[in-house]
């Protein structure tokens, strides 16, 4: 018999026992959720989620199915929230219920629920306002932290101005730059812009980002046993994990061996001194604990926020108006001289709504993560059961109509009043409200303004060719929202 017609019958066999694990426990779930289109057998909606833009695919079905709807990802519901009232209405009035993660498939194969982002219950609770102290403790939401982002800023400036004049992609030096920040929290440590042991770490975050973003990592999602053993570029996810896994264990033995028990110099110190006062068996605080808390916090602090950059530095070549004005306020608020400020953002409306609208606009984690309910609840006239998986559609609070004056198009005004002075929006979520908001919210806020305007401080952005011709539709949307690669040129102001 022929390889092919054995690998034909063992992926028969394999879709038949989908089939018969779907038919019982599945469609008798199906009468008690909210509804949604129809499912097929074995692929669920599969056919109806748009390949590279899932964001929209789902905002259309929201638009015949209404803002709470169930689709079905293969043998698996998932309860949908689109728009902002029904996503404030589940994440921040009923946050409690909303606070569960959702299991990912290939973080699940990763993490094994372990670390803060895909842990639940007591661990997720424990891990979390341990993180929360600890970070604090090393300058999150403090002024060291501004200090080490401008401090990190003046050594991206000195990468840039190397590059005066010519075309060159700027995703690596501030995937760098970004990690750095975080780096020197976790690690203690900051890494050159020639390391070449770290420029390989950020590749492997960066191709990790895009598969999980591609159709390979949705439909690894759904189907992961079938695709297990299926070959395709998502084998390399877990190769990228595992190598990246060496390197943070790597850190963790230095600090181990280098530590004074007591004197922590950064969140692995912190870490290890907590497993020193809580050992056992039932202890959150285990070796394998600190490995993929570190990872979270590593990767979690490095791409989402390089990502804005870059969509934000591509924004800018394509609208230089945008560009030209947001300099001319800085010149005006702050001169050529000083480097900006975190205090300096109330005196810079127009700049603040742009850095806001880059963010909105772009909405890099488009889907958030998911959520798992936490007890049964109630939402919208929907009952929804314990443990139902959720997906919190962030990016449709971005594009609601009610909430934005033009929400569909890049406009600074959707954050800008009449005279001219910034105005928030409680419907701009970048960083998911509720009890699952990101760790690094502020970090990233922090980051996104200082080092955006002290390369506008210094630097004019040239298109290389039209800004007419730059496409910001993004190479793919799952996961994440991936920019186009581009280049652009540097000139001196």
């Known amino acids: 018999m022929s390889v092919g017609i054995v690998a034909l ?6 879709l038949a026992l989908v089939w018969w694990n779907w038919s019982a426990p599945s469609l008798q779930m199906q009468g008690t959720l909210p509804p949604g289109p129809t499912p097929l057998p074995l692929l669920g909606n599969l056919l109806q989620l748009e390949s590279r833009r899932l964001d929209r695919a789902l905002m259309e079905l929201s638009g015949r199915w209404g803002p709470v709807f169930t689709v079905w990802l293969g043998q698996r519901p998932a309860v949908v929230l689109c728009g902002y009232a029904a996503l404030r209405d589940a994440l921040v009035l009923q946050a409690e219920a909303f606070s569960g993660r959702g299991a990912m498939a290939v973080f699940e194969r990763f993490t094994r629920g372990n670390g803060i982002v895909f842990s639940n219950g007591p661990r997720w609770q424990t891990l979390r306002n341990f993180a929360l102290g600890a970070l604090k403790e090393f300058g999150l939401g403090m002024r060291t932290i ?4 401008l401090e990190e800023a003046t050594c991206l400036l000195n990468e840039f101005q190397a590059t005066i004049g010519t075309p060159f992609d700027p995703r690596r030096l501030l995937d760098n730059a970004v990690s750095n920040v975080i780096c ?5 440590n900051r890494y050159g812009y020639e390391d070449p042991e770290f420029l390989r770490l950020l590749d492997l975050f960066n191709d990790n980002f895009r598969i999980m973003s591609s159709r390979w990592g949705e439909m690894y999602n759904i189907f992961p046993s079938l695709l297990d053993w299926l070959p395709g570029p998502h084998h390399r996810i877990f190769r990228n994990f595992a190598e990246l896994r060496v390197f943070i264990c790597k850190q963790i033995q230095q600090h181990q061996q280098t530590r004074q028990p007591g004197e922590p110099r950064d969140f692995i110190d912190c870490f290890l ?5 809580e050992q056992g068996p039932d202890s959150h605080f285990q070796e394998e604990t600190l490995v993929m808390t570190t990872h979270n916090l590593f990767f979690g602090g490095t791409e989402t926020t390089s990502t804005t950059l870059c969509h934000g530095l591509l924004i800018l070549l394509k609208y230089p108006e945008v560009a030209e004005k ?5 010149d005006a608020v702050i001169g050529r001289t000083r480097i900006p400020s975190l205090a300096d953002r109330r005196h810079l409306p127009y700049t603040n709504a742009v850095l806001h609208e880059i963010q909105r606009f772009t909405s890099v984690l488009p889907l958030g993560l998911p959520r798992a309910l936490t007890c049964d609840t109630h939402l919208r006239g929907h009952f929804l059961p314990k443990g139902t998986l959720v997906i919190p559609l962030l990016v449709s609070a971005h594009r609601d109509h009610t909430q934005f004056k033009d929400p569909d198009c890049f406009n600074p005004t959707n954050f800008l009043n009449y005279e001219g002075d910034f105005q928030s929006n409680n419907a701009f979520m970048p960083f998911a409200p509720g009890k699952r908001m990101c760790l690094g919210a502020g970090l990233a ?8 305007t002290t390369i506008l401080q210094r630097f004019r952005l040239l298109p290389v060719g039209s800004p007419a011709n730059i496409n910001l539709t993004p190479q793919c949307t799952g996961l994440g929202n991936i920019p186009p690669a581009f280049q652009l040129r540097l000139v001196a102001r």
């Open 9 to 14: 019958l063992l992926l028969l066999l394999v």
């Open 146 to 149: 501004e200090e080490r982002v």
């Open 184 to 188: 020197s929290v976790v690690f203690g």
């Open 273 to 277: 001194d907590q497993m020193d006062k």
């Open 326 to 330: 947001v300099q001319a306020e800085l």
């Open 445 to 452: 806020r922090s980051e996104i303004f200082l080092f955006l």
